[in-house]
């Protein structure tokens, strides 16, 4: 079986050398980040400000803002989903 030699010692002062299984896994988490990202790009691109839905009722345009009124678990777990596409994008820069 082939084993994977180490880093030299002449090369040391590179820092650990990466072996391919390291790599595998830079490589997958990386085209991880790449496909949730280009899902969230998508699904911003398709969203239609002027279709209909139905949380409209429950909307209320606040200072000039325009808010949907959630209950209180429903804003919790959009607060979450928010916070949780934020840091995935933060995460590729």
Known sequence: MYKERGQLSHRQHLGILEKKKDYKRRSADFKNKNNIIKKLGLKAELRNPDEFYHKMHAARN?????????????????????????????MKR
């Open 62 to 90: 606040v200072d000039g803002e325009h808010r949907v009124m959630l209950k209180g678990n429903q804003q919790k777990s959009r607060k979450l989903n928010e916070d949780r596409n934020i840091a995935i994008v933060n």
